[in-house]
């Protein structure tokens, strides 16, 4: 429990000082685990301001998402985790529609190493994530598929997917 309040306070610190530089957006999840257990995550994305390959197709861009998840299993199962990861994304040109995907590959903390039947072997983890959305009128609505493992760097790695349905908004 110790790791997981400090790297939240990591991100916590680290965060605001992008926070200062720019407004934050918020995003709220909800989806399932692979082990069929409820997610919940809240999240506040900070954009990069960037714009690369910009054309009549569309543009790469991208954000830093800090979130906290908490998995809703059984009494001895339930878990929390914090994480932290550089988002890239193509959106799609459009003028009051914007499709887009993204992928990204960020660290996660877990207040414990098991999840229903898993053992992540550690509570770091790697957060790899790959999703599909619209943007319009300062909102996103979108899917994404979010996977956790510590790349082998502990024995076991079992690792845990989510899959969520998440809305994004703007301030």
């Known amino acids: ?11 916590a610190i680290s965060m605001a000082g992008i926070g200062a530089a720019q407004a934050a957006d918020v995003t709220f999840a909800i989806g399932q685990s692979s082990e069929s257990t ?3 995550r809240l ?12 054309s ?4 790469l861009t991208g954000y830093w998402d800090a979130g906290y998840t908490y998995w809703d299993g059984d009494e001895t199962s339930s878990n929390h985790s914090v994480s932290i990861t550089p988002v890239f994304v193509y959106e799609f040109a459009g003028q009051n529609v914007r499709p887009y995907i993204e992928a ?6 877990f207040a414990n190493t ?25 909102q996103e609505v979108g899917l994404r598929a979010i996977h956790y493992s510590n790349a082998g760097l502990k024995q076991p790695n079992d690792g845990v997917e989510a899959y969520t349905l998440h809305y994004r908004m703007s301030f």
């Not at 429990?1 to 991100?11: D, E, G, N, R, S």
């Not at 999240?43 to 910009?54: A, K, M, P, V």
């Open 38 to 40: 409820m997610v919940y």
């Open 114 to 138: 098991e999840l229903e039947d898993r053992d992540l072997g550690s509570s770091f983890q790697f957060e790899d994530r790959i999703g599909v959305g619209m943007r319009f009128a300062g």
């Open 104 to 109: 990204g590959i960020g660290i996660a903390a």
């Open 56 to 59: 009549d197709v569309g543009r």
């Open 1 to 11: 429990m110790k790791k997981l309040i400090t790297l939240a306070a990591c991100t």
């Open 43 to 54: 999240g506040t994305q900070f954009d990069f301001n960037r714009s690369w390959w910009q």
